[in-house]
C-alpha cells in the first residue's frame, strides 16, 4: 500500500478528528490545523493555528510545506452562526465567509505545488447538506454553496495533473458541536431527523470514510464532484408507513 502524508483543518474534534483516526490507522501521515493542539492522543501531528487570522494561517501553513510533503488537503474547517433574514449583521456574515472559504484557498495553495511536481494530489472540500436550504442559514450555506463552486473550478483546472478535487456534504451529523447545541431527545434533534429519511444521526466516522475513499488510490477518475452524505437527506422523506 502507497502511504500519503495528508493536512486536515479543523483537525480537533468531530469529522475531522474521525478521519485522522482513520488516515492514521491505514498507515498515512496526518497533519492537522486546529484552535487549540491540546489534544494529547490526536494520530499525527496537531498545530495549533488560529485559521480566522489570515496571516498567521499563511505563516503556519508555509512552514508546514517545507516540513511536510503532502499527498492531499481536506478542507474541514467552518462557522455556522445562524441569523435569520431580517437579523442578519454584515460583519458577522462576512466572518462566516472568510473562515470557511479563506483557509480553504490558502490551505489548497499552500500545498499545491508539491503535487503539481508529484503529479499526484487530493483535494476534499467539506460542504454541507444546507447548500440545498435552510433556515437561518444565509451566510453558512452560501459559504458551503462556495465551496462547491471552489470544487467545479478546481477540478478543471487541475484535471490534467494528476489531482483531483471533490468535496463531502454531510446532513446531520453527531459530533460534539451537535450534541451541544441538540441534547438527545430534544426539540432541535427531532427537527433535523424529520429531515432524514433513515431517521438517524450520521457518525463521524461515516463521513470520514466517504471522505478516505476520495483520498485514495481508486478514487482517481473521480473529480469535480459532490457527494451527499447525509442517510437520503438530500433525496426527500421518506413514504409515511
Same mark, same amino acid.
Given at each position: 500500500m @502507497?502511504?500519503? @502524508?495528508? &493536512?486536515? @483543518? *479543523?483537525?480537533?474534534? *468531530?469529522? *475531522?478528528?474521525?478521519?485522522?483516526?482513520?488516515l492514521a490507522a491505514a498507515g498515512h501521515g496526518v497533519v492537522g490545523l486546529a484552535r487549540s493542539a491540546g489534544q494529547g492522543d490526536?494520530?499525527?501531528? &496537531?498545530?495549533?493555528?488560529? &485559521?480566522?487570522?489570515r496571516a498567521n494561517t499563511e505563516q503556519v501553513l508555509a512552514d508546514l510545506a517545507n516540513r511536510f510533503d503532502f499527498d492531499g488537503v481536506v478542507n474541514n474547517v467552518g462557522a455556522v452562526r445562524p441569523q435569520p433574514l431580517g437579523e442578519i449583521d454584515l460583519d458577522t456574515f462576512d466572518s462566516v465567509l472568510a473562515l470557511n472559504l479563506h483557509p480553504t484557498i490558502q490551505a489548497t495553495q499552500a500545498v499545491l505545488p508539491g503535487m503539481r511536481q508529484r503529479g499526484w494530489g487530493r483535494v476534499v472540500n467539506i460542504s454541507s447538506l444546507t447548500v440545498l436550504g435552510m433556515q437561518g442559514r444565509t451566510a453558512y450555506a452560501s459559504a458551503k454553496s462556495a465551496l462547491?463552486?471552489?470544487t467545479r473550478t478546481w477540478a478543471l483546472e487541475l484535471a490534467k495533473t494528476g489531482i483531483t478535487v471533490n468535496s463531502v456534504?454531510?446532513?446531520? @451529523?453527531?459530533?460534539? &458541536?451537535?450534541r451541544e447545541n441538540n441534547p438527545p431527545g430534544s426539540e432541535g434533534e427531532a427537527r433535523y431527523l424529520s429531515g432524514v429519511p433513515m431517521d438517524r444521526l450520521g457518525q463521524p466516522d461515516e463521513i470520514a470514510a466517504a471522505i478516505e475513499f476520495l483520498l485514495g488510490e481508486h478514487s *482517481?477518475?473521480?473529480t469535480g464532484q459532490t457527494l451527499f452524505v447525509d442517510g437520503g437527506?438530500?433525496?426527500?422523506?421518506a413514504a409515511f408507513s
Open positions: @502507497t502511504t500519503r @502524508t495528508f &493536512l486536515i @483543518t *479543523g483537525a480537533s474534534k *468531530g469529522i *475531522g478528528r474521525a478521519l485522522a483516526q482513520r490526536f494520530p499525527g501531528t &496537531l498545530i495549533s493555528a488560529d &485559521l480566522s487570522d462547491v463552486n471552489f456534504a454531510p446532513g446531520p @451529523t453527531e459530533t460534539e &458541536l451537535f *482517481g477518475y473521480i437527506a438530500s433525496v426527500g422523506r
